[in-house]
């Protein structure tokens, strides 16, 4: 199924469906700032382990992500965040970064990887974002099951026709982007950037 949100003002009637099916333990591919992406909610372990199974990889060496709704709402799958990290994470958020940091008990053991860590996302889109207000829960956030992004996989009607069948609904808001996020991890004594992507790093350093 392929339902369109309106990127400013998403449809509540579809809105509606997609929590629905995120709640049921769903599986849906949806817009970011970034790249489309696939997800479920975090605390749906059989969804999270369909994700691995559509992706090949096994969920306990998997490095999954989340979306958190704003920078409160990622304190809490955190340990204490020390002030020049919380001053960086509030330059780039809402932005197109991923930043790895210390996981707090909140965070499922599935998505936490062997170094307690956890990888969680802020996108500058409003979409996704909703998704997890209404949700009430961060929605985990990974890659379409593909080797790289290509022009194509900015479309929501490729991206249907190709995927859908793997997963419950393909929520259309548009066109996405072909340029994951940048990910930084934040666990050592000082920031290092794993992978360069669209967030600049010079602006929030």
Not at 41 to 56: L, M
Not at 103 to 127: E, W, Y
């Amino acid at each position: 199924m392929r339902l369109e949100l309106h990127p400013q003002n998403p449809n509540p009637r579809n809105l509606k469906t997609i929590i629905e099916c995120l709640r049921d333990g769903g599986v849906v591919i949806y817009p970011t700032d970034t790249v489309y992406g696939m997800g479920c909610d975090i605390f749906k372990p059989e969804a999270v382990e369909r994700i691995a199974r559509i992706k090949g990889i096994d969920p306990k060496k998997s490095h999954f992500s989340f979306i958190c709704y704003d920078l409160s709402h990622l304190t809490d799958y955190t340990k204490s965040v020390d002030t020049p990290l919380f001053r960086m994470l509030k330059k780039a958020l809402p932005g197109p970064y991923t930043f790895i940091l210390p996981a707090s008990r909140q965070v499922p053991k599935m998505i936490k990887t062997k170094r307690d860590s956890v990888g969680i996302r802020v996108p500058d889109n409003l979409i996704c974002r909703t998704l997890v207000k209404e949700l009430g829960n961060p929605v985990m956030s990974t890659s379409l099951p593909v080797d790289e992004y290509v022009e194509e996989y900015t479309d929501p009607e490729i991206i249907h026709d190709k995927f859908g069948k793997l997963v419950d609904i393909v929520v259309d808001g548009g066109p996405g982007g072909v340029q994951m996020s940048t990910v930084i991890d934040c666990t050592g004594a000082e920031p290092v950037v794993v992978r360069e992507g669209a967030g600049d790093w010079d602006a929030i350093s």
